[in-house]
Each structure stands twice: as structure tokens, then as C-alpha cells.
């Protein structure tokens, strides 16, 4: 896949770029055979770009994705992770991640909140000794919602600073709300944004950040395209999960229409999906999570194929809610 330019940087990424969250044992367990296999069925089918994050398994995403990529030669992919969120061990265990972070994991480690300098750079440090990297490329700030004064203030400045040594190759912030966003571009030197769930088919809440990042030239990476699985199958279930939770009837609805004038144009939901945000030219690539190797390679070749103009005219008519079509 082609690789892009993000921001003003000389950092490259794959259209379609590589969400880890799912080598961390997101909701259900995944051995290390079959995470080695999807990292290995994604650099087959060219992606180059692998995202990753300490809260995402409690390190143990990044620890696979390092091991995976061990044998890769460096300059060809592009690696990114995450700060703000600090490992320490947990003073009282409970077995599991899953009630406190989602994860299949054992709890012996609890995620401590820290945008500070020193946290930034103590938390960038542990993730090259998991990744066993030497370097990542870009580095975002992760959620930092709740603290965003200290995202702007303090995490933000830091790695500046260490992106102006040549140390990190561009400096981001990664978020699944668009306010902290829109503050973030108007007031501190990014190179990109992550945007989880907000830039997609049926959900495109972000089009004020993109084009506040289209004015200061900062480049969007937009994550989660089938909206937690919503999109994922070219006709919706009535249980799935859209934003990290079940769908509602509304939304359900609006994703089958969008379903019905896929099957008109000759083609699927899924590989709308994953092509709709790079149609924006701000958009420099699409993240998305993959746990096994048909996922990854089907959603490889979407991202390569192109669909018919007249798609996406009728795409944005279904996309819209009942009362907006009045207007």
C-alpha cells in the first residue's frame, strides 16, 4: 500500500495501518502462534504501519508486536505508541483485566494516569524495552480527556522536544472524542490526530477536525472505521456493538440502509467502511484492530480497491439521520 506522508514530517504510513489492541487479548484471549500469524499475514499483504499502547493488554500488545516485527528490516515500517498512561504493579490483584480495562490479561499491573514530563518519557522508555525497539516513529498522547491541561502543557511539550531531537519521528494525540481534538490543533504543535469512531460511515462527528486540521496542516489518522464491529459484517446483526457497546434500533437501522446501497453498487459494507475515511485528503490512514489473518488480508485488499463515485452520493443519503433528510 501506498505509503503517505503524515503532517510535515518525514514520517510514512501504510493506508491501512495495523491496531494492536487486539494482541493484548482485547475482550477474549488470542495465543501467541495466532497473533505472531496476523502480524505476519499483515506485513504479507503490505500494511507498515503497526499502532500499539501500554494500556492495551497491560504491555503485553506491545511485547507481541516488538516480537513479531523483530525480524523486520526497521526501515520499512513505521511504529507508533501511546503516553499517559503509566504501568505499576497493582497493590491488590483481582485475576483479571477484563471488569477494569478490557482485557483478557491478569491484573498484576494497574494503569496509573501521569501526562507529566517525567511520565512521558518514563512511559515512552518502558514501551521501547517491551517493543525491544530502539525507536518508535510517532508517539500520541492516549485519552487524555480528563487531563487535558496537562496533555497541553506538559505531555505535549515533552515530546516536542524529543521530536525536535531526532529522537521520535511525530508527535500526535489519540482520542474517541472530538473536543479535546479541536483544542489540541488549535493550541499545541501536532503533526496528527487519532480519531477512534468518529470519522466513519455512519458516524462522522468529526468533519469540524478535520478541517481545522486541513488549515494547520496537521494529518488525521482515523481509527475504528467499523465502529466496534457495527460495520464489520456487510449486513448487521441485531447484537452488534456500536462504540463499545450494544447498537441501538436508530442505529442499527441507518447501518442496514447503508448495508442495502452497498449490495446496489455490487459491493459490501466492511470495504465501504474501511474506504470511506481515506476519501478526505487530511486523512493520512485507516487503523484498524485485526485478531486473526483473513481479517487483515480482506481488509488489505479493501483498502487497495477503489469503489464506483456514484457509491458514495447515495452512502451519505442513508447515512443521514430521518429528520436530517427533512431539512
Not at 83 to 110: E, M, N, Q, W, Y
Amino acid at each position: 500500500m501506498t505509503g503517505r506522508r503524515l503532517g510535515r514530517t518525514r514520517v510514512r504510513v501504510s493506508s491501512l495501518g495495523f491496531g494492536a489492541a487486539p494482541l493484548g487479548n482485547l475482550y477474549t484471549p488470542l495465543d501467541d502462534d495466532q497473533a505472531r500469524a496476523t502480524v505476519d499475514a499483515a506485513w504479507d499483504a503490505g500494511v507498515r504501519y503497526y499502532d500499539t499502547a501500554p494500556h492495551y493488554g497491560l504491555g503485553l500488545s506491545e511485547r507481541r508486536l516488538g516480537a513479531a516485527l523483530a525480524q523486520r528490516p526497521r526501515s520499512e515500517y513505521t511504529v507508533s505508541t501511546k503516553v499517559g498512561r503509566l504501568l505499576a504493579p497493582h497493590p491488590a490483584p483481582t485475576g483479571s483485566d477484563l471488569a477494569a480495562g478490557g482485557f483478557a490479561v491478569p491484573d498484576t499491573l494497574i494503569r496509573r494516569p501521569d501526562f507529566s514530563r517525567d511520565g512521558v518519557l518514563r512511559s515512552l522508555d518502558s514501551s521501547l524495552t517491551r517493543l525491544g525497539l530502539d525507536r518508535v516513529d510517532i508517539v500520541y498522547v492516549h485519552d487524555p480527556d480528563d487531563h487535558l491541561d496537562a496533555a497541553v502543557d506538559q505531555a505535549l511539550p515533552a515530546l516536542v522536544d524529543l521530536r525536535d531531537q531526532g529522537v521520535i519521528g511525530a508527535v500526535g494525540v489519540g482520542t474517541n472524542t472530538v473536543a479535546p481534538l479541536l483544542r489540541v490543533v488549535a493550541e499545541a504543535d501536532v503533526d496528527t490526530v487519532m480519531t477512534a469512531g468518529r470519522w466513519t460511515l455512519i458516524d462522522r462527528t468529526a468533519r469540524p477536525l478535520l478541517e481545522a486540521c486541513a488549515r494547520r496542516g496537521v494529518s488525521v489518522i482515523a481509527a475504528a472505521p467499523f465502529n466496534s464491529g457495527l460495520l464489520s459484517r456487510p449486513r448487521p446483526a441485531d447484537d452488534a456493538f456500536f462504540d463499545y457497546g450494544p447498537a441501538s434500533g436508530a442505529v442499527l437501522s441507518r447501518a442496514r440502509r447503508l448495508a442495502d446501497v452497498c449490495v446496489r453498487h455490487g459491493t459490501v459494507l466492511p470495504h465501504a467502511a474501511v474506504r470511506f475515511p481515506l476519501r478526505d485528503p487530511v486523512v493520512t490512514g485507516v487503523v484498524a484492530g485485526f485478531r486473526a489473518p483473513h481479517e487483515v488480508m480482506t481488509a488489505a485488499r479493501w483498502a487497495g480497491e477503489e469503489l464506483p463515485d456514484a457509491l458514495w452520493p447515495d452512502l451519505d443519503a442513508a447515512a443521514r439521520a430521518p429528520e436530517e433528510k427533512g431539512r
